[in-house]
């Protein structure tokens, strides 16, 4: 059996950065900063994408330049 390799941060853990930085954005903002920094993996399947992960460095860089 091959090894599961992590290779993105869990969403909660991203969530929790994100207030850490900016503990005034709403729950609507953070889930746009999530969606906003997926990113595909692989082929597209149909009408369905094989995974997508979360890029934590742009997801942070998003909430740092999110305006007020």
């Known amino acids: ?5 992590l290779k993105s941060p869990s ?3 991203v969530v929790k950065k994100i207030m850490a930085i900016r503990p ?14 997926l990113e595909a993996q692989g082929a597209l399947a149909g009408d369905f994408a094989t995974s997508e992960l979360v890029n934590e460095a742009k ?10």
């Open 1 to 5: 059996m091959e090894s599961f390799t």
């Open 11 to 13: 969403v909660g853990a």
């Open 24 to 37: 005034d954005l709403t729950a609507n903002a953070m889930i746009e900063i999530i969606r906003e920094s």
């Open 59 to 68: 997801a942070l860089e998003l909430a740092r330049n999110r305006p007020h």
